[in-house]
């Protein structure tokens, strides 16, 4: 089993930053890959940003150039700096771990308000 927590969410002001971390705790040895997700009101949940456990990074076409994903292996922890926010940004953000089975874990979410 793996548990992830995440924060860092919060309300900003449009062009802000905000960044998110996820930490996670259990069996992280059997997490391939690690990703951000997003929900935003009445709509479906995308993808945001991956990376894989070798660092490979994929992002959304609308997050290239403002968000960076990376992670930290000694803390068991994955982030999302996100920079340049617009309020189509708004949603609530999810963490998710991607394990070598195929198994997907999935953290509680944080909201992100994106204020013109």
């Known amino acids: 089993q793996v548990q992830l927590v995440e924060s860092g969410g919060g309300l900003v002001q449009a062009g802000g930053s905000l960044r998110l971390s996820c930490a996670a705790s259990g069996s992280t040895f059997s997490i391939n890959r690690f990703g951000w997700y997003r929900q935003a009101p009445g709509k479906q949940r995308e993808l945001v940003a991956a990376i894989s456990s070798g660092t490979i990074t994929n992002y959304a076409d609308s997050v290239k150039g403002r968000f960076t994903i990376s992670r930290d292996n000694a803390k068991n922890t994955v982030y999302l700096q996100m920079n340049s926010l617009k309020p189509e940004d708004t949603a609530v953000y999810y963490c998710?771990?991607?394990?070598?089975?195929?198994?997907?874990?999935w953290g509680q979410g944080t909201q992100v308000t994106v204020s013109s």
């Open positions: 998710n771990a991607n394990a070598w089975t195929g198994h997907d874990y």
